[in-house]
């Protein structure tokens, strides 16, 4: 009988979802629910895997794909793909998959939700109340910024920007958005219009990130992007946080220069309690989890499971980053 093609998992994921692929592979799902693999030990998985199931936590880098001589497809369960040399992978000949659309509104949900966390200051609301210091009712008490009727400008108008700016829409929002090209077609759907990275940051009371982190976006939001926006500004970050100069977010909290921030992702993840930037009343910080609903996951889980059973059947995957 002919040996079964070997695939690692590098997380445990919702089993259904691998139900299909072990028809046709042997898998291995590395057992640690909370832990990531090491890189050593996916570097070795790596090296008799024709396929690798990916967290947006695993580096996938070109000296781990110049020893994997069998590997035929990564499969990245997040829309990024920031952690893969695409480069090599491609040099390689090794499809990379990643699982975009299925995520789209679970993310845009959260999206709105950290910033309607900033903005109506829920986390500290909560914590107020929870904490027992809530005595006396007040008419300024823990009053924070409308969201209805201001302005968002979202960078990096993509699938999930069209599924924030709709619900923008629903909130009276006056929607701006910026990408490399002004091309966009969800223009007219979602009546947004194109401004450049200057104006976006100087007119909008909201600022949404949610570029892909490539060679043009790694520190776009510096302490003088911060000098341009609006006292009143809240900045959300559900992209990578490396499109962000921490310090200089930083810098810009100290002094005052915006109103807040909300941020799903950092620089280098898991952060420790010890964040110089947890230390605001005005960040909700979260821990990555702008696609972590349960049925999206299981979605997400299915689609990447699909990427490599159509690579090893040899069809074309539908989500290929390095086509
Ligand atoms: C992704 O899929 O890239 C998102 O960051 C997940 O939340």
């Known amino acids: 009988m002919e040996e079964k093609p070997y695939v690692f998992v590098t997380r445990k994921v919702p089993v259904s979802s691998l139900a299909l692929l072990e028809e046709i592979a042997e898998v291995e799902v590395w057992p640690k629910e909370d832990e990531p693999v090491p890189y050593d030990i996916l ?17 996938i880098d070109a000296g781990l794909l110049a020893e994997a001589k069998q590997l035929k497809v990564v499969a990245n369960l997040a829309v990024g793909f920031d952690n893969i040399d695409i480069e090599a992978a491609t040099e390689e000949g090794v499809v990379v998959c990643h699982t975009p659309d299925v995520l789209s509104d679970t993310t845009a949900d959260l999206t709105f ?4 966390a900033v903005a109506r200051r829920i986390v500290e609301a909560a914590e107020y109340v929870k904490k027992g210091d809530w005595k006396n009712w007040a008419p300024l008490l823990l009053a924070g910024h409308d969201i209805h009727h201001k302005t968002i400008g979202i960078v990096g108008m993509g699938r999930i920007g069209t599924a924030v700016a709709k619900r923008a829409k ?4 006056t929607v701006l958005y910026h990408n490399r090209k002004k091309d966009y077609e969800g223009e007219r759907t979602v009546g947004a219009t194109y401004v450049s990275f ?7 009371d909201f600022i949404v990130c949610l570029a892909p982190l490539t060679n043009e976006t790694i520190n776009l939001f510096t302490y003088d992007t911060f000098k341009q926006m609006k006292e009143s500004a809240i900045v959300v970050n559900v992209s990578r946080g490396a499109v962000i100069v921490e310090e200089d977010l930083e810098k810009a909290l100290e002094n005052n220069l915006i109103a807040g921030a909300g941020l799903d992702v950092f620089k280098d993840e898991p952060i420790s309690n010890g964040h110089p930037l947890l230390r605001f009343p005005n ?5 990555h989890i702008g696609s972590a609903s349960k049925e999206t996951r299981e979605e997400m889980a299915s689609l990447s499971s ?10 074309k995957p539908e989500a290929i980053v390095n086509d």
């Open 170 to 173: 629903g909130f009276d929002m």
């Open 113 to 116: 939700a950290l910033l309607m």
């Open 43 to 59: 570097k070795e998985k790596a090296k008799k895997a024709t396929g690798l199931f990916t967290m947006l936590s695993d580096r």
């Open 306 to 315: 699909q990427h490599i059973i159509n690579v090893l059947k040899g069809t």
């Open 283 to 287: 960040v909700v910080a979260l821990p």
């Open 198 to 204: 200057d104006e976006l940051v100087s007119r909008s």
